[in-house]
């Protein structure tokens, strides 16, 4: 792997319930590669401070206030906005895309802020592993 392509984005949060957020890859990708996408957020617990601390203490428990529901798409701007693969689960905390890119072209990545449980502002952590297309070599 090489590390020049790898990215990794900490915490750009969501403003709201559905809202969408895109990252346009800079170089065009090759096709026949593979795209390695991955999208993970934390589950929303509530400390129950039985001592009112605010700090966790021994014998002290979380309430769980449920799971925001992101999903993640590879999409080709060169199709039309067209998905090429997505990871689409409706229960986990984090989704991976690992698919072939078929043809050399344009792409972005989009994060759809499908379903709010809990909190409106979901922070989240993106990383993404793609073989852009080499440069041109002119003689
Ligand atoms: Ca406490
Ligand atoms: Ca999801």
Redesign the pocket.
């Known amino acids: 792997m090489d590390e020049r392509f790898k990215r990794l984005f900490i915490n750009p949060p969501c403003r709201s319930a559905s809202a969408r957020v895109d990252y346009k890859l800079e170089q065009l990708l090759q096709g026949g590669s593979f795209a390695s996408i991955t999208l993970a957020w934390d589950r929303h617990v509530e ?1 129950n ?9 021994i014998g ?1 428990t979380f309430s769980d206030r449920g799971l925001n529901n992101l999903d993640i798409y590879l999409i080709s701007t060169d199709r039309n906005n067209e998905t090429v693969c997505s990871s689409v689960s409706e229960v986990d905390s984090v989704e991976h895309i690992f698919c072939p890119v078929p043809e050399t072209g344009s792409y972005k990545i989009r994060i759809h802020y499908r379903q709010q449980v809990n909190e409106s502002v979901q922070p989240y952590i993106l990383a993404w592993w793609t073989l852009p297309t080499p440069p041109l070599i002119i003689n």
């Open positions: 400390l401070d039985l001592d009112g601390d605010k700090q966790y203490d002290e």
